[in-house]
């Protein structure tokens, strides 16, 4: 069955910190990549995306993601956190069937904690 | 703002009650979704429609569920004789389909049901 992992469920920083969360999906075929991110009492938003072309991907708020299909990852990073990306960041894959995108399959999700 | 919307943002109800929540998407999305996430997951596939037409549906939408979405615009989700299991939140998602680049999914803020 199709899966995602997410490898941390909860990451404490320092403002400044570097991040990376991980995330691998169970197994190949064309696929489209997404992080979504869940503030405290928003809801779901849309961080950035990959479909094809350039493995690497910039979103918003400076958060950047690597696609590396050999290792059917797709893992989210940014240089230096501040303490408003104090939040919930999940990583979602959707298959693709003959041209027909269906629904998405979501990691965990990983609570990030930025400490002033 | 002409994101998707859900109502009600809140609904409490006593086990063995009926309940049915609506969504509204993003108009002219013609793909909607409904999830279900619970504490400490990500947001699982319940179903979703193309139009009016209900596409796919997964094992975890049981007999006591169901769904419509009469004209292709909105769309309600039924859950009957509610269980304390049926707790969660529950996400409708939109997006348009045969347009380039349009995978992404779009979520509303939610309907969160405590069965008591």
């Known amino acids: 069955a199709q899966s995602v992992s997410q490898h941390n469920h909860h990451v404490i920083l320092s403002e400044a910190a570097s991040l990376e969360l991980g995330c691998n999906y169970s197994?190949?075929?064309?696929?489209?990549l997404f992080w979504y991110v869940q503030y405290p009492g928003q809801h779901l938003q849309l961080l950035l995306k990959?479909?094809?072309?350039?493995?690497l991907v910039k979103g918003i708020k400076g958060f950047e993601a690597e696609f590396i299909k050999s290792k059917f990852s797709f893992n989210l990073r940014k240089p230096s956190v501040q303490w408003s990306d104090t939040a919930e960041y999940f990583c979602?894959?959707?298959?693709?069937?003959?041209?027909?995108?269906?629904?998405?399959?979501f990691g965990k999700g990983t609570k990030l904690s930025v400490k002033p | 703002d002409t994101g998707v919307s859900q109502n009600p943002r809140h609904k409490i109800t006593k086990r063995g009650q009926n309940v049915t929540f609506r969504c509204d998407p993003i108009s002219e999305h013609n793909r909607l979704y409904w999830y279900r996430q619970t504490l400490g997951q990500g947001p699982e596939f319940l179903t979703y429609f193309q139009n009016e037409a209900q596409l796919e549906k997964s094992r975890l939408l049981s007999d006591r569920f169901s769904a419509e979405r009469p004209k292709g615009s909105f769309s309600t989700l039924e859950i009957q004789r509610t269980e304390q299991g049926d707790s969660a939140m529950y996400l409708c998602?939109?997006?348009?389909?045969?347009?380039?680049?349009?995978?992404?999914?779009?979520f509303g803020p939610g309907t969160r049901l405590t069965v008591t």
């Open positions: 998602a939109s997006r348009l389909v045969d347009v380039p680049d349009s995978y992404e999914q779009y």
């Open positions: 197994y190949g075929g064309t696929v489209n």
């Open positions: 979602a894959v959707n298959w693709n069937y003959g041209g027909s995108q269906g629904n998405l399959i």
């Open positions: 990959y479909f094809s072309g350039d493995p």
